[in-house]
T-cell receptor, first 113, second 111 residues
Framework: DAGITQSPRYKITETGRQVTLMCHQT?????MFWYRQDLGHGLRLIYY???????DKGEVPDGYVVSRSKTENFPLTLESATRSQTSVYFC????????????FGPGTRLTVL | QKEVEQDPGPLSVPEGAIVSLNCTYS??????FMWYRQYSRKGPELLMY????GNKEDGRFTAQVDKSSKYISLFIRDSQPSDSATYLC???????????FGKGTLLTVNP
């Protein structure tokens, strides 16, 4: 009954390093999403996926890469981390046909020094 | 004009009070309206999910949608200290797969 999990929960890295944030869901939901949450900006969509091997950009995709080879996993990679990518990252999933009904993971707090 | 406007608060009420949280929006294409509750340092939790105009009740929580006024509300009856959290409104249906979130209202219920 794990639902949706994210790892790591906390990460500190340096500018220029590559970082991968993991997201795993056990519901077999079709849709998965990555958001970042920043003070003053609220939740902003980075990337989303409608199914395995189908991904598309959201509102703030620059500097991020995603993949979805399996339905249950949706990793987010920061190719070369920058300080502006310091944020709290949330993964979410939604069942087929109801992408509005999104369920969120616990978040990853990322600090880029 | 922002797509979704939500008063950030903070809002502080005594235990047992009725709480009213509101959002306005500008995109008439929105058809799905959600309320999320987010405790400090946790992920948002889906609280209420409604489609189109009308009311929906779930225990102490009532969600109202008035599409003619582009206005949605969440009412919390008999508020409890455990209701202290940030409440986010969210709307969908304006474009594929994208939810538009309000910035959240911080609520504190004092014992």
């Amino acid at each position: 009954d794990a639902g949706i999990t994210q790892s790591p929960r906390y990460k500190i890295t340096e500018t220029g390093r590559q970082v991968t944030l993991m997201c795993h869901q056990t519901w077999s939901h079709s849709y998965m999403f990555w958001y970042r949450q920043d003070l003053g900006h609220g939740l902003r969509l980075i990337y989303y996926s409608a199914a395995a091997d189908i991904t598309d950009k959201g509102e703030v995709p620059d500097g991020y890469v995603v993949s979805r080879s399996k339905t249950e996993n949706f990793p987010l990679t920061l190719e070369s981390a920058t300080r502006s990518q310091t944020s709290v990252y949330f993964c979410a999933s939604a069942p087929s046909g109801t992408y509005n009904e999104q369920f969120f993971g616990p978040g990853t707090r990322l600090t880029v020094l | 004009q922002k797509e979704v406007e939500q008063d950030p608060g903070p809002l502080s009420v005594p235990e047992g009070a009725i709480v009213s949280l509101n959002c306005t929006y500008s995109n008439s294409a929105f058809q799905y309206f959600m309320w999320y509750r987010q405790y400090s340092r946790k992920g948002p939790e889906l609280l209420m999910y409604t489609y189109s105009s009308g009311n929906k009740e779930d225990g102490r929580f009532t969600a109202q949608v008035d599409k003619s006024s582009k206005y949605i509300s969440l009412f919390i009856r008999d508020s409890q200290p455990s209701d202290s959290a940030t409440y986010l409104c969210a709307m969908g249906g304006g474009s594929n797969y994208k939810l538009t979130f309000g910035k959240g209202t911080l609520l504190t219920v004092n014992p």
